[in-house]
């Protein structure tokens, strides 16, 4: 069993930064790969980045590509999302996943078997 608890989330201008966090407790976590999602108002989750077990891949979705960053540290249990040259576009709730299959990076949220409970991040113009 894994838990996550997401932190970070704040309001920010549009051209702004933000690193987000996201603590995990119970074994096992550097044997997770860990991903980022977001849910924006009135539409679908969507996959934001993942990054492996070890944190030497990492993958994104395009619109974030060149602006967020994700990494983890395995000694202290936790995974970072840092966003930079923020958008009002990314306004949206960031939840942080585990997927605890062997595998390659996934970018489909029913791989994902642990979720936090989500941190609020809303750019304004």
């Known amino acids: 069993q894994v838990q996550l608890v997401e932190s970070g989330g704040r309001l920010v201008q549009a051209g702004g930064s933000l690193r987000l966090s996201c603590a995990a407790s119970?074994?096992?976590?550097?044997?997770?790969?860990m991903g980022w999602f977001r849910q924006a108002a009135g539409k679908e989750r969507e996959f934001v980045g993942s990054?492996?077990?070890?944190?030497?891949?990492?993958d994104y979705t395009d619109s974030v590509k060149g602006r967020f960053t994700i990494s983890r540290d395995n000694a202290w249990n936790m995974v970072y999302l840092q966003m930079n040259s923020l958008k009002p576009e990314d306004t949206a709730v960031y939840y942080c996943a585990a997927d605890t299959a062997l595998g390659p990076l996934s970018r489909r949220s029913g791989d994902f078997d642990y979720w936090g409970q989500g941190t609020q991040v809303t750019v304004s113009s």
């Open positions: 990054i492996s077990r070890g944190g030497s891949n990492s």
């Open positions: 119970g074994r096992g976590f550097s044997n997770y790969a």
